[in-house]
């Protein structure tokens, strides 16, 4: 039997199958163009259902490791090699993509303030550690690896007022002598924060599924900033194949990936997209997301996670800046996301935009 389904485990056996057959493709068991085995052979193979083996199959299409083509079957289209050995069919981009908006509940949220309150006291009043909290770095290291499969110690994360503070960051920590080369079209905003940093970029022309190889070739950035979920203002989501081929370019030229996560928790997919940050082996990435789309605008927490080939480098250049975000805001989105209320607002908005999309 190839492919194993644990029935004692947590994991739904959709799950279990998926990340088979996607560990055979990413390993070149099947290379790209080869048909993959049908539902049927799976479910003979693996004793699951048709249902089963439809859901692993999604899941591997909406990613961008296969295609199903009709009467035919299920073909592999993630390329393992070559990223730069043949040019791109470009579909035209999207055009006014709107933005999420997911705000979380004000009642839960005034709940939870009062929660904080009533158990901290005046402990709200005391510094906080430089890097943030240890109870809200601990949080989202935890949910990131339950919700979306990064495993990050809590020491590897950094709190901070919102994105463009960790821009900031970015910059001092890697060095204003780089070049960054940053989406086009992308949020003008990280291009204005950047050159506001004394750093030159350079803008690379966006594809179909993500910045068009001979971009990424011409180059002569070591920092490539990419949004690869519905990167703004284009709505283009980068392929798996894609999100390879950035790491490769960062490991080519000992360069450095910034990956702006922004939107992704709402997701309309199954099953969220793999991070860069999670498919990095050689600690070329660093990680920024926030809490502004999934809380509230008004809720100016950020955080980056850094590889560890970084840390001791961060702590040694930057360590000594006070965090910017005040001990009582850290506890309060520390209790809502340990309390469970993040994730079911999460989940919720993506209930509802799923049912929206499909009316």
Known sequence: MKYRIDKNSNESAYMQLYRQLRRDITDGVYPEGVRLPSK??????CGVSVITAEHAYAILCDEGYAEARERSGYYVIYRKDGFFSSPEKIKPLAQNVRRSDGVFPFS????CMRKVLADRGEDIYVKSPNNGTPELRYA????LQ??????????????????????????????RERIFALEDPCYDKIRRVYEANGVRCEALRLGSDGVRTEELRRSSASVLHVT???????????????????LEWAKSRGGYIVEDDFDSEF??????EDTVFSLDTESRVIYINTFSKTVAPSFRIG??????SLLSEYEK?????????????????????NNGSFERHINRTRRARRKNSTD
Not at 236 to 245: G, L, M
């Open 140 to 143: 989202i290291a935890d949910y």
């Open 267 to 272: 997701t309309l997919l199954s099953k969220a």
């Open 108 to 111: 839960a949220l005034a709940k």
């Open 303 to 308: 955080y980056a996670l850094l590889p560890p």
């Open 40 to 45: 049927r052979t799976l479910c003979l193979d």
């Open 228 to 246: 690869p979920f519905h990167s703004y203002p284009s709505g283009i989501t980068a392929s798996a194949s894609k999100r390879r081929e950035y």
């Open 317 to 337: 250049k930057l360590g000594f800046y006070s965090c910017t975000v005040p001990v009582f805001e850290q506890y309060v989105l520390a209790e809502l996301i």
């Open 146 to 175: 339950r919700s979306r499969g990064i495993n990050v110690k809590s020491s590897e994360v950094i709190i901070g007022s919102g994105a463009e503070y960790l821009y900031g960051l970015t910059v001092q920590l890697l060095g």
